[in-house]
């Protein structure tokens, strides 16, 4: 079942802008590590980003390499929402985004099988 939902993909020219949302109204998201995840067709699924819980003693944010200075991952605990900002989209950001929840810190982007909750996911098409 549906735990987590994203929204805010699109269909965007490259050089392009998306910002994605990740919420739920289920529980509060307050002690939960936040990841994006993506996944093109025919392409292994990859982990993109990961934003700690704000009770974490640790703060801590992921960024994979291939969108480190392009994508910002921000958290909003009053809104339950956590969002991920795309900037200078690329045809290769073309993919199904999903978010997911895990327990304080990230390390789902290591080991996926500690992720608790998963979206359905939201799909970002960048193309001329």
């Known amino acids: 079942q549906v735990q987590l939902v994203e929204s805010g993909g699109a269909s965007v020219q490259p050089g392009g802008s998306l910002r994605l949302s990740c919420a739920t109204s289920?529980?509060?998201?307050?002690?939960?590590?936040i990841s994006w995840f993506r996944q093109a067709p025919g392409k292994e699924r990859e982990a993109v980003s990961c934003?700690?819980?704000?009770?974490?003693?640790?703060?801590?944010?992921y960024y994979a390499d291939s969108v480190k200075g392009r994508f910002t991952i921000s958290r909003n605990d009053a809104e339950n929402t956590v969002f991920l900002q795309m900037d200078s989209l690329k045809p290769d950001d073309t993919a199904i985004y999903y978010c997911a929840a895990e327990r304080d810190h990230c390390s789902g982007y290591i080991v996926p099988d500690v992720i608790a909750y998963w979206g359905q996911g939201t799909q970002v098409t960048v193309s001329s």
């Open positions: 289920r529980f509060t998201l307050e002690y939960y590590a």
């Open positions: 934003i700690s819980s704000r009770t974490s003693s640790d703060s801590e944010i």
